[in-house]
T-cell receptor, first 114, second 114 residues
Framework: ETGVTQTPRHLVMGMTNKKSLKCEQH?????MYWYKQSAKKPLELMFV???????ENNSVPSRFSPECPNSSHLFLHLHTLQPEDSALYLC?????????????FGPGTRLTVL | ELKVEQNPLFLSMQEGKNYTIYCNYS?????LYWYRQDPGKSLESLFV?????AVKQEGRLMASLDTKARLSTLHITAAVHDLSATYFC??????????????FGTGTLLAVQP
C-alpha cells in the first residue's frame, strides 16, 4: 500500500465514548500532521510531529490526544467529544523536518459526534 | 495574524470559459501551494510555487506567484466538468519555510456547468 492511509473512514460516536483515529504513511516522510476540516472554515492544523516528538499544538482541547509511536504511524485518541467536534479529520505527511514542503494527505476520517 | 484569503469563495462557470481564482496572503512567505479537493475526498497537491514570478501549468490550470503583491492566481482555461472541485491555496507559516506549518486559505468551490 502506498501514500497516506487513514482508518476508519467514517466514525459515529457518542459524547461519552473513547475512540482512536489511525494514520499510516508509507512515504518515508519525517513529519506528520493532524488537521480538522469543518464546513465553511479553513483547514485547521491541530498537531505536528517530527518522528515521535510533538512540536505544535494549536490550542487543541485536551479531549484530543495525539500519539506518534514511530515515524510512520500517528494516532488521534478521542474522548468525551462534543457535537461541534464533528468534522473531517485529515492526516498528512511531508518529507523533511524543519522545512515547509508539499504535504501529502490521507483520505480522512469523517467523524460524527452525537 | 496570518491570513490567507481566496476569492471568489464560490464560482459557477460554464464549460469552455476562462476564469481566475485569487489567493492573497498576509505573510512574507515566498512559497505557495495549490491543492484540489473533490467532494468527500482528500486534498491533492497541484502546484508548488517556489519564488517570485514562478509560473506552473498542468493541463487547463496555470498558477502564478507575485510575492511582492502577496498574490497568487490559479487560471482556468476552457473549463471542463472534471475541474469541478474545491481549490485551496496555502503558504508557509514562516518565511523561508523554517517550520513545517502551512496556512491554508478558505477554499474556492468551483462548479463547471455543461
Amino acid at each position: 500500500e502506498t501514500g497516506v492511509t487513514q482508518t476508519p473512514r467514517h466514525l459515529v460516536m457518542g459524547m461519552t465514548n473513547k475512540k482512536s483515529l489511525k494514520c499510516e504513511q508509507h512515504l518515508g516522510h519525517n513529519a506528520m500532521y493532524w488537521y480538522k476540516q469543518s464546513a465553511k472554515k479553513p483547514l485547521e492544523l491541530m498537531f505536528v510531529y517530527n518522528f515521535k516528538e510533538q512540536t505544535e499544538n494549536n490550542s487543541v482541547p485536551s479531549r484530543f490526544s495525539p500519539e506518534c509511536p514511530n515515524s510512520s504511524h500517528l494516532f488521534l485518541h478521542l474522548h468525551t467529544l462534543q457535537p461541534e467536534d464533528s468534522a473531517l479529520y485529515l492526516c498528512a505527511s511531508s518529507p523533511r523536518w524543519g522545512e515547509a514542503d508539499t504535504q501529502y494527505f490521507g483520505p480522512g476520517t469523517r467523524l460524527t459526534v452525537l | 495574524e496570518l491570513k490567507v484569503e481566496q476569492n471568489p469563495l464560490f464560482l459557477s462557470m460554464q464549460e469552455g470559459k476562462n476564469y481566475t481564482i485569487y489567493c492573497n496572503y498576509s505573510t512574507t512567505s515566498d512559497r505557495l501551494y495549490w491543492y484540489r479537493q473533490d467532494p468527500g475526498k482528500s486534498l491533492e497537491s497541484l502546484f508548488v510555487l517556489l519564488s517570485n514570478g514562478a509560473v506552473k501549468q498542468e493541463g487547463r490550470l496555470m498558477a502564478s506567484l507575485d510575492t511582492k503583491a502577496r498574490l497568487s492566481t490559479l487560471h482556468i482555461t476552457a473549463a471542463v466538468h472534471d475541474l469541478s472541485a474545491t481549490y485551496f491555496c496555502a503558504v508557509d507559516g514562516e518565511k523561508g519555510g523554517a517550520t513545517n506549518k502551512l496556512i491554508f486559505g478558505t477554499g474556492t468551490l468551483l462548479a463547471v456547468q455543461p
